[in-house]
């Protein structure tokens, strides 16, 4: 028996070598001008500086964390992400599988925090992804609630070995009346990034918000990260 368990025991420190040697652990920060979330400022139209961890298992599953200051326009506070899910690719078709935690502890708005189901899929340069608001507040003060939807088309290229531009057409379709007042909006966006090696990514971007009451105005956006 004490053998039987030794046994055991090494195979699952092998095992355990095997799946760390298998498994990814990176960072990344960023800054920004505008810090836009499905064509919306979650900054006020100035500046935010972002950071988060990743880890990513060949198999397809991951987990991360991420955050940002944000200033909904009752002072200055921040944003904290959690999420996980599997991601995987068949030739050229890929998906991915996740689960999302949005958290604001300062964010000046109590009942803010919410949870996300999302689901994509990409072909080549097309992706397509919809998340569902499956844990939002369900009193009139929750700025997320229960089966607000969004959805979003994408396309990117590499226009060249350093470059590369893309487009994203979304649509949030709120549940409910939200105490910020949103609305259902569809929103457009280009990004145009330059890959700087050991510097990062610059990325410049166009986004415009149309709401059923009007249209938003042209945010121009620069944007800096790199992962290590």
Not at 48 to 76: E, K, M, P, Q, R
Not at 181 to 194: A, E, M, S
């Amino acid at each position: 028996m004490k053998i039987k368990k030794l046994a055991i025991a090494c195979g699952a420190i092998l095992l355990g070598a095997t799946s760390l040697a298998q498994a990814e652990l990176t960072a990344n920060i960023g800054v920004t001008s505008n810090y836009l979330w499905r064509g919306a400022s979650q900054t006020g139209d100035d500046a935010a500086v972002s950071g988060g961890i990743d880890w990513a298992h060949d198999s397809g599953f991951y987990l991360g964390t991420w955050a940002s200051n944000i200033d909904w326009g009752n002072g200055s506070g921040a944003e904290v992400d959690f999420y996980g899910g599997f991601a995987n690719e068949v030739g050229d078709f890929g998906y991915d599988v996740g689960l999302i935690y949005y958290y604001y502890p300062t964010s000046g708005y109590e009942d803010s925090d919410f949870t996300e189901l999302s689901l994509s899929g990409s072909w080549k340069f097309l992706e397509a992804g919809i998340a569902y608001t499956i844990n939002g507040q369900a009193d009139s003060d929750a700025a997320f609630s229960d089966g607000d939807l969004y959805y979003h088309l994408s396309v990117g290229f590499d226009v060249a070995e350093t470059w590369s531009i893309g487009a994203t057409i979304g649509h949030y379709d709120f549940d409910t009346s939200k105490a910020f007042g949103d609305v259902d909006y569809t929103h457009g966006q280009i990004d145009v990034t330059k890959t700087a090696g050991d510097w990062g990514d610059f990325t410049m971007t166009v986004s415009k918000a149309q709401e059923e009451s009007g249209s938003d105005d042209t945010k121009f956006v620069i944007s800096w990260a790199k992962s290590f």
